[in-house]
C-alpha cells in the first residue's frame, strides 16, 4: 500500500471517530408548552404558560448555561361589571441566572393564574425564585344611583397592588394600591407577613403568613379576600389580594368624603403578593406582566456534546485509535521494504 492511500485511509477513520464523538446530545425536556427546536444547542427556550399548580421542568444533564424568567399573573379587574377601566394590579417579573448548578435535575414550576404568584422549586424543599400576584382592581362612585339596575355614577376606577418582583435574596413587597390616595381601604402589599385588608364600611381579609413549600410542589400563600357590600341591592366586593411568598390584603368597600362634603362608595382594590428568592441568587426585574402568569427557561447546551441525539459506543473512540495505530505500523513496514 502506498503512503498516500495508507494516510488517505488513516484521515477518514480519524474524520470518523471525530463525527461521532460529537453526537449525543440531551433529549430536549417534554413537559414545557412550548419547546424549542429539535438538535437547538443555543439559547434553547422552553415556556410553560399553562396555568398549573404544580409541574416538572427537566434540565438538560449537559447545559452550559441557565437561566429562568418568572412572572406572576396580574389581578382581575373590578369585579363589578362597571363601563370604566377598573385593572388589576400587574404580575411581578423577574429573570435569574441559574448557572450550571441544576444540570440533570428536575425543578418544580408553578404557573399562576390571575392575582397569582408563579415560582421554579429545586428538588427538595428549596424554593428558589417567586413572583407575586398582582391585586385586583376597585372603583369609585355613588353607587346607590342606577338606571335599570346598573350604577351610573361610577367616578374613577384604580388598579391593585402590583406583584412583588425579586431582585435580591428575601422577600420582595408586594405593592399597596393607591386609591383615593392612601385611604385606610386599600389593601396593603405582602411584605415579610401577609398584607393586612383594608378598613371600612366592610373591610378586607389579610392575606396569607407564608407559602406552604412540599416536596411535589408548593402552595404560594393566598391573597385575602374583598371587603362586600351590598348596595341598592347590588353585591360590590373589593379587589382581592394578589398571591405570592406571602400573600396581599383585599380592599375594603368604605365611603369617603369626594372633597365637597359629599359622601361615596369606595370599593377599594387589593394589595400585590410579595416575591421571593433564594440565599445565593440575584435577579433582574422585567416589565410587568398584563396577562396569567408564565415561566421561561433558557438554556445552552456545551458545545462537545451537541448532537443529532444518537449516543457514541463507549469502545468507538478506542476502535478509532487502534485503527490509526495500525495504519502509522503499515506506513512504516512499507517504508522498510522498499528500502
Not at 129 to 157: K, M
Request: with cysteine; aromatic share 4%.
Amino acid at each position: 500500500m502506498s503512503r498516500t492511500r495508507v494516510n488517505k485511509v488513516v484521515a477518514s477513520l480519524s474524520v470518523g471517530a471525530l463525527s461521532a464523538l460529537a453526537l449525543g446530545a440531551s433529549a430536549i425536556p417534554a413537559q414545557a408548552d412550548t419547546l424549542p427546536a429539535p438538535g437547538c444547542v443555543t439559547a434553547c427556550v422552553a415556556t410553560f404558560d399553562t396555568v398549573s399548580a404544580a409541574t416538572t421542568f427537566a434540565v438538560p444533564a449537559n447545559i452550559s448555561s441557565l437561566s429562568v424568567t418568572v412572572s406572576g399573573g396580574a389581578g382581575a379587574p373590578a369585579a363589578y361589571g362597571i363601563p370604566i377601566d377598573g385593572v388589576g394590579g400587574t404580575g411581578g417579573v423577574t429573570t435569574v441566572d441559574l448557572g450550571t448548578t441544576y444540570g440533570g435535575q428536575t425543578l418544580i414550576v408553578g404557573v399562576g393564574g390571575v392575582g397569582e404568584g408563579s415560582y421554579v422549586q429545586a428538588p427538595g424543599l428549596s424554593l428558589l425564585v417567586v413572583a407575586g400576584g398582582g391585586g385586583g382592581g376597585g372603583y369609585l362612585g355613588r353607587l346607590d344611583v342606577l338606571d335599570n339596575g346598573v350604577p351610573t355614577q361610577i367616578f374613577d376606577a384604580y388598579p391593585g397592588g402590583n406583584g412583588g418582583s425579586p431582585t435580591v435574596p428575601g422577600v420582595a413587597d408586594g405593592a399597596t394600591p393607591t386609591a383615593f390616595g392612601s385611604n385606610a381601604a386599600n389593601g396593603k402589599g405582602g411584605s415579610v407577613a401577609g398584607g393586612a385588608g383594608g378598613t371600612g364600611v366592610v373591610a378586607g381579609s389579610a392575606g396569607d403568613n407564608s407559602t406552604i413549600v412540599a416536596i411535589g410542589g408548593s402552595t404560594l400563600a393566598a391573597g385575602g379576600a374583598g371587603g362586600l357590600e351590598v348596595i341598592a341591592a347590588l353585591n360590590h366586593t373589593g379587589g382581592h389580594g394578589g398571591s405570592g411568598y406571602t400573600g396581599g390584603g383585599g380592599g375594603a368597600a368604605a365611603s369617603v368624603d369626594s372633597g365637597d362634603d359629599i359622601f361615596v362608595d369606595l370599593i377599594a382594590p387589593g394589595g400585590g403578593g410579595s416575591g421571593f428568592l433564594h440565599l445565593g441568587l440575584t435577579g433582574v426585574a422585567g416589565t410587568p406582566n398584563t396577562g396569567t402568569g408564565v415561566v421561561t427557561f433558557t438554556y445552552s447546551i456545551k458545545p462537545t456534546l451537541a448532537s443529532t441525539g444518537t449516543d457514541v459506543p463507549t469502545w468507538l473512540p478506542w476502535a478509532a485509535l487502534l485503527l490509526i495505530a495500525a495504519g502509522a505500523l503499515t506506513v512504516r513496514a512499507a517504508r522498510r521494504q522498499r528500502n
